[in-house]
């Protein structure tokens, strides 16, 4: 209970009128009988001693009759402003069941700062579908009355809710109460989905995800809850919610209450962690968290005039097939059209989309940026999104190894340096090689496009040794041999150089979709054909592994356990509104 802010004192004209307790920044749950068909209310922390009251209205209810034995004694308060206090941490009701200590802090007469009341559950029975029955810890103490109204039932040693007061024994003496449980609430309330977590959660587990949440609010952690929920997602967890998270706390909650695996909350508190961890001008500085479509086009073998297409997408590191067909060139780009719009469905919300084509070696000076957005939208795809190509021989496991130790190096790199290939005097592909693997430039940048009979043997060298970036024009200047430093060319080596010098390697498919643009609305711009091929393997899942990233899903079959459901007798005489 120590710290434990979130416990709330509901009042009314000044009056107690009874507890609660935060759940989200600016909610508060309650007894409807504590709120309902009253004045204004006003909520207070008294763990935050001089803390002025806040007020607040009933949003929600439970649908409760009026009556001490009635369901759906339940209202949920909004506050007129949210408040820098963590909410209550929640717990399924099973874990309060066995010789469990459970705490209620209240506020009945006399008792304005609060005191508390301890009890147990007296069995995993569910009263009437509605409650479960609590008896006092031991024959004296504060029992449970008028005052202890929507206070939180939570466990000693966690600290977590499990329930909430609604009731207490009628009969003098009687040291017995009821409690709404947490899966009941959620019940007559859908607003609480997801703060509720799976029965199977460990309680260490729970507190250690709790307590760096707060740690990374109380820091100001600019962290995308949407971004890290799907790092840490497994195979067979859903995608985040369409409208995404509208805070981390939100994001934990998610990973809590409405998966089954428990190592999602594990693999989400370990990055959370590390981003904690990482001084912030380290992550200021940190690579874009690019959401690939992976588009591989290939020569089908059946015939010159098929190619064949698979569309994949990339979400939390994991590669998601959506489209695989082959089809005559006539139909090709709509088919690449329809690919692209079903991977943006497998997308985690929000993410940096990055349209990546695989090709041929003989196809890499396609113009794929050029080709139509949609069926219905005619902008050019490369000024819609960024665009990139890479080539098939650069899927080779050997390849990818030294691709990941390079691009490993280039994090910290806050430019690309360039190796100019000229139009007239190429230089040796050995000079490239050499410059590639054992000095400071990245990018391989040509004057001309890789078919040109003079390049061509540089292009292949730039290509396997590997140069982790490589651009070109695809204009060229149209000379079989090229025609000097004067060649329209050089003047594109000369601005390449100029641009790239000053932007982290890994930025490079943002900064060439804005030249893109730029090309687009000034005639002879420089950069009106440019080509970029750029392949961090980091991005996209080694296909030689994935599969190692497949489980199956017999571990996940397990149900959760429920509480017994049972139809007992009641009667108004028993028990009243505490």
């Not at 959660?201 to 952690?221: F, T």
Request: hydrophobic share 40%.
């Amino acid at each position: 209970m120590s710290g434990a802010e979130w416990h709330a004192r509901v009042e009314c004209a000044g009056e107690v009128a009874g507890a609660g307790f935060l759940v989200a920044p600016g909610t508060v749950l309650t007894c409807a009988h504590v709120a309902l068909d009253r004045g204004p209310l006003t909520v207070s922390f008294p763990q935050r001693p001089g803390s002025p009251a806040v007020p607040a209205r009933v949003v929600a209810h439970g649908d409760w009759a009026g009556g001490p034995a009635d369901p759906g004694d339940l209202a949920v308060l909004e506050l007129a402003e949210e408040v820098a206090i963590a909410p209550a941490a929640l717990a399924p009701a099973v874990t309060a069941h066995g010789e469990r200590k459970l705490v209620a802090y209240g506020f009945p007469a006399g008792w304005d700062e609060g005191t508390l009341a301890e009890y147990r559950t007296t069995g995993p029975v569910l009263v009437g579908g509605e409650w479960i029955q609590l008896e006092a810890w031991s024959g004296y103490g504060q029992p449970l009355v008028a005052g202890f109204s929507g206070a939180a039932v939570t466990l000693v040693e966690t600290g977590e809710v499990v329930g909430m007061v609604t009731a207490a024994a009628g009969a003098k003496g009687v040291l017995s109460g009821r409690m709404m449980p947490t899966d009941v609430i959620e019940r007559h309330w859908p607003g609480l989905a997801g703060l509720v977590p799976a029965s199977g959660s460990a309680p260490a587990a729970r507190r250690r995800l709790r307590g760096l949440v707060e740690q990374a609010v109380r820091a100001g952690l600019d962290c995308d809850p949407v971004r890290l929920y799907s790092d840490a997602a497994g195979e067979l967890d859903p995608p985040p919610p369409p409208e995404g998270f509208d805070s981390l706390w939100s994001a934990a909650w998610f990973v809590q209450g409405e998966l089954d695996d428990p190592e999602t909350a594990t693999r989400f508190a370990d990055r959370l962690e590390s981003l904690l961890a990482t001084p912030a001008v380290h992550r200021s500085t940190a690579r874009p968290d690019w959401a690939p479509i992976l588009i591989e086009l290939g020569h089908s073998g059946a015939g010159e005039d098929l190619v064949r297409v698979e569309v994949s997408a990339y979400s939390g590191g994991r590669r998601h097939p959506v489209a695989s067909d082959t089809v005559p060139h006539t139909r090709l780009r709509a088919c690449v059209q329809d690919g692209i719009e079903a991977a943006f469905c497998r997308l985690t919300p929000g993410a940096e989309e990055l349209i990546a084509f695989v090709l041929p070696r003989d196809w890499l000076d396609w113009p794929v940026d050029r080709w139509e957005s949609d069926a219905e939208d005619d902008t050019p795809l490369g000024l819609a999104l960024p665009v990139v190509v890479t080539d098939h021989v650069r899927r080779r496991a050997r390849t990818r190894h030294a691709l990941t130790r390079a691009w490993n190096r280039l994090d910290s790199r806050t430019g690309a340096s360039v190796h100019r290939v000229a139009c007239g005097r190429p230089g040796q592909p050995s000079e490239l090689r050499l410059a590639l693997l054992e000095s400071e430039h990245c990018l391989a940048g040509f004057a001309t496009a890789p078919d040109a009979a003079r390049t061509s043997e540089h292009f292949k060298t730039s290509l396997t040794a590997p140069a982790p970036v490589i651009v070109w024009s695809r204009r060229g200047c149209g000379e079989p041999d090229g025609c000097g430093d004067d060649c329209p060319s050089t003047a594109f080596l000369d601005e390449l150089d100029a641009h790239v010098s000053r932007i982290p390697p890994a930025e490079l498919p943002r900064t060439v979709l804005t030249l893109r643009r730029k090309a687009e609305a000034k005639d002879g711009h420089w950069a009106r054909d440019i080509q970029l091929l750029w392949d961090d393997p980091r991005c996209f899942t080694d296909p030689h592994e994935e599969a190692a990233h497949l489980r199956s899903p017999v571990a996940r079959s397990a149900p959760r356990p429920a509480v017994q459901h049972a139809q007992l007798p009641l009667g108004d005489a028993r028990f009243t509104v505490a």
